[in-house]
């Protein structure tokens, strides 16, 4: 059964530093996520992506945050200058192949990336 | 934006016992419901869902619920077995696609 990938499983960086975290969606898919679950706390959404594009974000999501697709098959999040607060998991998904109908199609979540900044 | 509470936060059950977990939101224009699960170390899975035009829907034994009036949505499992216990989470969306969870409910099944 096809699966959402993440690498890396675990990122321990130094405050202020860049960290990318990487996913491969399902190849067919079109719709492309991030969420996060900082320890203890709701699963959020960060960003959806399609079409190249961002199509909704956050108020987590501020400048510091970016997202891309540089290859056609990784979708990566990357944080410019980490804080102490984005210690988090942070899981990737992806959904969805041609047009969606009035039907929601199933999210497919990768295992995530445990990112710890000290 | 929309909003989800789950309830409980944790459940331990017996073998072979049912397990409910039931989650409300606020945002009358959801109109898809999925409940995943997720197990040490992996992300969340998939397990059932729902949308706003079915009242019930069930998959051998696990059922989801619904109430539109009362902007409501449970899930039932039925003779459960020490396999089930994971963290349990219901979401909530509008055809905007993007999901809101609600906190996670930590099943242990007791042998």
């Known amino acids: 059964e096809p699966e959402v990938t993440q690498t890396p499983s675990h990122q321990v960086t130094q405050m202020g530093q860049e960290v990318i975290l990487r996913c491969v969606p399902i190849?067919?898919?079109?719709?492309f996520y991030w969420y996060r679950q900082i320890l203890g706390q709701k699963v959020e959404f960060l960003v959806s992506?399609?079409?190249?594009?961002?199509?909704?974000k956050s108020e987590i999501f501020d400048d510091q945050f970016s997202v891309e697709r540089p290859d056609g098959s990784n979708f990566t999040l990357k944080i410019r200058s980490t804080k102490l607060e984005d210690s988090a998991m942070y899981f990737c998904?992806?959904?969805?192949?041609?047009?969606?109908?009035?039907?929601?199609?199933?999210?497919?979540f990768g295992p995530g990336t445990r990112l710890l900044v000290l | 934006g929309e909003n989800v509470e789950q309830h409980p936060s944790t459940l331990s059950v017996q073998e072979g016992d049912s397990a409910v977990i039931k989650c409300t939101y606020s945002?009358?224009?959801?109109?898809?419901f999925p409940w995943y699960k997720q197990e040490l170390g992996k992300g969340p899975q998939l397990i059932i869902d729902?949308?706003?035009?079915?009242g019930e829907k069930k998959d051998q034994r696990i059922a989801v619920t619904l109430n539109k009036t009362a902007k409501h949505f449970s899930l039932h499992i039925t003779e459960t077995q020490p396999e089930d216990s994971a963290v349990y989470f219901c979401?909530?969306?509008?055809?905007?696609?993007?999901?809101?969870f609600g906190a996670g409910t930590t099943v242990t099944v007791r042998a």
């Open positions: 998904a992806s959904q969805g192949g041609g047009v969606l109908t009035s039907y929601q199609e199933t999210q497919y």
């Open positions: 190849s067919n898919h079109l719709y």
């Open positions: 992506f399609y079409n190249n594009e961002i199509s909704e």
């Open positions: 945002d009358s224009a959801s109109n898809y």
């Open positions: 729902i949308r706003s035009n079915v």
């Open positions: 979401a909530a969306s509008r055809n905007d696609y993007k999901l809101s």
